[in-house]
């Protein structure tokens, strides 16, 4: 069964730091791989993806991955942090059975800015 | 971007009552609905999987006597916790995809907060 690892709970940066999120999968065949953001009162929102090709993808608010199969990782990146960034940022795999496909979430980090 | 909705946003309730939540996509058509748990500082748990107009598919520890679904069109699904007690209480999220395919993206409503006295 697929699994996701987020080592970090917790994480905190000053405005204008650069940011980065670990996430570990454990999958066995090439995963899809997501990133989504979840702030109070709101959906989840996706970040960003990765099906296939380049391994660093880029996503929405300056956001981006990149898939390292060897580590089986997908860290989440962004150069710079803005106030409005801190929220909770779940990494999740994705598993098609043929009949139905599921999400796997990670427990989550959440990102504190100080100003 | 694709919005989809949840009503209540939190409700509270005595034990032994049932409890409807409602997702509904506006602005498209969600051939899949999926419900998730969520408990405090934990990732979210796929409860089950809807398809429009066929019974969901629970994952397994899922009672689905308790939590009866039902995507009943392309744009709402319900989940009804059934004969709630406390320690159903909990975040409950839907999302909904116009896919089963796990490459296309699921939408996420905001979430229920469901609190059972």
């Known amino acids: 069964a697929q699994s996701v690892t987020q080592p970090d709970i917790h994480i905190t940066v000053s405005e204008g730091a650069s940011l980065e999120l670990r996430c570990n999968y454990s999958?066995?065949?090439?995963?899809?791989l997501f990133w989504y953001v979840q702030s109070p009162g709101q959906g989840l929102q996706l970040l960003l993806k990765?099906?296939?090709?380049?391994?660093l993808v880029q996503g929405i608010k300056g956001f981006e991955a990149e898939f390292k199969r060897s580590q089986s990782s997908f860290n989440l990146r962004k150069p710079s942090v803005h106030w409005s960034d801190a929220a909770e940022y779940f990494c999740a795999v994705g598993q098609n059975t043929g009949t139905a496909s599921k999400l796997t979430f990670g427990t989550g980090t959440r990102l504190q800015v100080t100003l | 971007g694709a919005v989809v909705s949840q009503h209540p946003s939190w409700v509270i309730c005595k034990s032994g009552t049932s409890v409807k939540i409602e997702c509904r996509s506006l602005?498209?058509?969600?051939?899949?609905m999926f419900w998730y748990r969520q408990f405090p500082k934990q990732s979210l748990m796929l409860m089950a999987t809807s398809n429009e107009g066929s019974k969901a598919t629970y994952e397994q520890g899922v009672e689905k006597d308790k939590f009866l679904i039902n995507h009943a069109s392309l744009t709402l699904s319900t989940l009804t916790v059934t004969s709630a007690h406390p320690e159903d209480s909990s975040f409950y999220i839907c999302s909904a995809s116009q896919s089963s395919f796990s490459y296309n993206e699921q939408f996420f409503g905001p979430g229920t907060r469901l609190t059972v006295l």
């Open positions: 602005d498209f058509q969600a051939t899949t």
């Open positions: 999958y066995g065949a090439t995963p899809y």
């Open positions: 990765y099906f296939s090709g380049d391994t």
